[in-house]
């Protein structure tokens, strides 16, 4: 029994010490900071009666290491529909995210969640969005893959009523730089 405590301390002793390690050496050789990033986005919504996706944003992000960072997200995306189908519905994403570098320091995961405020046609809701993406990103340009999904805003049902959420699949382009 005392032989068996030992050894978890002492095991626990070598982990403790090497994550501290590991954790020193990541922090002295990367210089945290803001970097700011433009970019382009795409995409097609996956209900009726919205069909093509088109937005702009900036994204503010702030490196906590070489693979972990904060992000703040806004712009502005229009969702296009067929003017049989009614009128097309803009927004402006306000959005927080952590981002995680997975693999050489340029593929990324990373989950953003906030809210969608609606700025035309007279539509006034507020949506809760949620976005996780997958990218690669090198010093100056960031391609990414995103889901986004709007859980207020209205949509077509299959028998021809309105519910409410949806999403769209989308790409993002974007040219980034350190601040």
């Known amino acids: ?97 952590f981002k995680a570098f997975v693999w050489n320091n340029q593929f990324y995961v990373m989950g953003e969640a906030g809210a969608a405020f609606a700025v035309t046609n007279d539509y006034n809701q507020t949506s809760l969005l949620l976005a996780p993406t997958i990218g690669f990103a090198t010093k100056y340009i960031d391609i990414s893959l995103h889901y986004e999904h709007y859980s207020d805003f209205p949509r077509t049902l299959s028998d021809g009523t309105e519910g409410k959420g949806f999403g769209q699949f989308g790409v993002r382009l974007a040219y980034g730089f350190k601040l």
């Open 1 to 97: 029994m005392k032989m068996t405590t030992i050894k978890m301390v002492l095991v626990s002793a070598i982990a403790i010490l090497f994550t501290h390690t590991v954790t020193a050496q990541e922090k002295e050789n990367y210089d945290q900071g803001f970097r700011l990033g433009l970019g382009l986005n795409a995409g097609y919504a996956n209900n009726d009666p919205y069909k093509l996706t088109l937005g702009g944003d900036a994204r503010l992000q702030y490196d906590l290491s070489k693979r972990y960072s904060f992000t703040l997200t806004t712009g502005y995306t229009n969702l296009f529909v067929s003017e049989s189908d009614g009128k097309d519905l803009g927004f402006i994403p306000a959005k927080a995210g």
